[in-house]
């Protein structure tokens, strides 16, 4: 006996048995109980979640003398006729192939006739928006007034395409994608009742890859076991469908807040040597970041269709993560996944995009901005000089001596540390500072490449950059705190910096030798802060804007 494939083995016989759609069903079964039973029907909803054979059993249910409340005995010849697709009294037709006026015009003709063995002469037409204009024309006056022992069951994938005046005449029902619970369950049923043993991540994987459709669910368990036999692990699924371990996305998304470009460069080329089209990795790295999104909402456990362990694995992974870094992530790889369709060197495209992940920085609210900015000196603020060739006593008396015969300006809002530093020795040590950045933040260490330091005030380092946009010099500024981290790992000295525009001049002069500090009072030699600067300011200090009228 020729073998049955389980799509057709399985396919659902009664209301009960079809799965996900209950919406469908129960209002199929109560219009049958009160004989409420329309003229025609229009199925439409995505691939693979039971349109045909809703239609099936809705014409079983119509045509079984011993039917009852629209559950058909699928006993009688009738019935066994339709499952089998021989009725005469219930036709099949494929809009595809049977689109033009002509085949609609014999449908006319055959309805006026009424049916052999049956109560209806029931027309199923599959994939109904193949049908041409002119087709759905002639349609229209026999599908709104048929004769008695006429019914049309419509069914198709994409319901825009059909004309609104021929929905108008239907029941229209809307199949939803069948959820993975739904298809994971119905899965172990089949495995069991196939006497074939399979481990609970391998049917997790299978109901993950059909998207929402049985009819895919079973298609692919079929190929499993022609590959694996009776005994199936989560492996033979991999093989056969081309799905990457999670931990391969574990990989990636560490990569990325770890700044760890040698694990960046390692998941890349297992992405490539697993040969998998770029489109399905894309895919599934969005998926894994929408997981990683619901993981840092508390108790949102049940929306993870995950086992336990990877569920947990989520769970402490998205504590390292900002929510609304993970947004910024999916939303390039949203875009990414739009422009992998159109890209002739698709593999080069997702690496470029991953390296560009690599130099995400953490995101920063607007108000923790303003913030920031408001507490730092305006680039405008003059700082007050203390000349060398003077001795002052500032508030109890106490001396500041300085060793050079040049004005210096002094800012003791930062301190110093004890260790000395010239603004020499930084100028000689730039281009290898710049070079330890640029390993690690290539980004500004580029920007960097174009400035060069003028003065060392106190714990302040002013450099210049020259041959910049002004939002480079602002870019730098923001991330301050990151270079000032890299200055003290290099110099062991807590710096300050800020970066100026290489045509302003600071009011700063530069120091040709070191300076000792013992106290100051910060009352009358650091720069009054405007109290008064408004939001609107703020704003464009610090994004380096200007405002057009």
Request: hydrophobic share 35%; charged share 25%; aromatic share 6%.
């Amino acid at each position: 006996m020729a073998y049955t494939v389980l799509s057709l083995k399985w396919r659902p016989q009664l209301f009960s048995d079809l799965i996900g759609q209950s919406h469908v069903t129960k209002t199929l079964i109560n219009a049958f109980k009160k004989d409420r039973v329309a003229q025609g029907y229009i199925l439409t909803g995505p691939r693979g979640v039971g349109k045909t054979t809703t239609a099936r059993i809705i014409a079983k249910a119509l045509n079984c003398p011993q039917s009852l409340d629209g559950i058909p005995c699928n006993k009688c010849n009738n019935c066994q006729e339709i499952t089998e697709g021989r009725n005469l009294d219930v036709i099949e037709i494929d809009g595809a192939s049977n689109r033009g006026i002509e085949e609609i015009r014999n449908i006319r003709e055959q309805i006026k006739y009424t049916p052999m063995n049956a109560p209806y002469k029931i027309f199923i037409i599959d994939e109904v928006h193949m049908l041409t204009n002119q087709a759905f024309n002639a349609l229209l006056r026999t599908l709104e007034e048929p004769p008695s022992h006429g019914k049309f069951i419509l069914a198709t994938t994409d319901i825009h395409k059909v004309p609104s005046t021929i929905i108008s005449r239907c029941q229209r029902f809307d199949f939803n994608r069948i959820t993975e619970a739904i298809i994971r369950d119905r899965l172990k049923i089949i495995f069991k009742d196939e006497k074939i043993i399979v481990d609970d991540d391998s049917i997790s994987a299978i109901a993950r890859k059909s998207d929402g459709s049985m009819r895919d669910a079973l298609s692919i368990m079929d190929q499993v076991i022609a590959y694996a036999g009776d005994s199936i692990k989560i492996e033979d699924v991999s093989t056969i469908i081309g799905l990457i371990p999670t931990d391969v996305y574990f990989n990636y998304s560490n990569a990325i807040i770890e700044k760890d470009y040698s694990k960046m460069t390692e998941v890349l080329e297992t992405v490539k040597l697993t040969g998998l089209p770029v489109e399905d990795v894309a895919e599934g790295l969005s998926g894994h970041f929408r997981n990683l999104i619901i993981a840092t909402v508390e108790n949102s456990e049940n929306l993870l269709e995950l086992n336990d362990e990877h569920k947990n694995q989520y769970l402490s992974n998205s504590k390292n993560w900002n929510g609304k870094d993970l947004l910024r992530v999916v939303n390039v790889l949203n875009d990414l996944e739009f422009k992998l369709k159109h890209m002739s060197q698709a593999l080069i495209f997702f690496e470029m995009t991953s390296m560009k992940l690599m130099e995400m920085d953490s995101t920063v609210s607007i108000s923790e901005l303003l913030s920031s900015s408001k507490n730092k000196p305006s680039k405008k603020e003059s700082v007050p000089l203390v000349t060398s060739n003077t001795k002052e006593k500032i508030n109890n008396k106490e001396e500041v001596k300085i060793n050079t015969s040049k004005n210096v300006a002094i800012d003791t809002t930062d301190k110093v540390d004890n260790k000395l530093l010239s603004i020499d020795n930084i100028i000689n040590e730039w281009k290898k500072f710049i070079v330890m950045i640029s390993k690690e933040r290539p980004s500004i260490g580029t920007a960097l490449e174009h400035s060069s330091p003028t003065s060392l005030v106190g714990s302040k380092l002013i450099i210049e950059v020259s041959g910049l946009p002004d939002f480079s010099v602002g870019n730098l500024n923001r991330n301050n705190q990151v270079i000032e981290s890299f200055l003290k790992d290099y110099f062991k000295t807590d710096l300050k910096i800020e970066a100026m525009k290489g045509e302003a001049k600071s009011n700063l002069t530069k120091p040709e030798t070191n300076i000792n500090i013992n106290k100051l009072n910060n009352d009358q030699i650091n720069s009054k802060n405007d109290e008064s600067d408004n939001v609107v300011s703020r704003v464009i200090e610090v994004f380096d804007g200007e405002i057009l009228r």
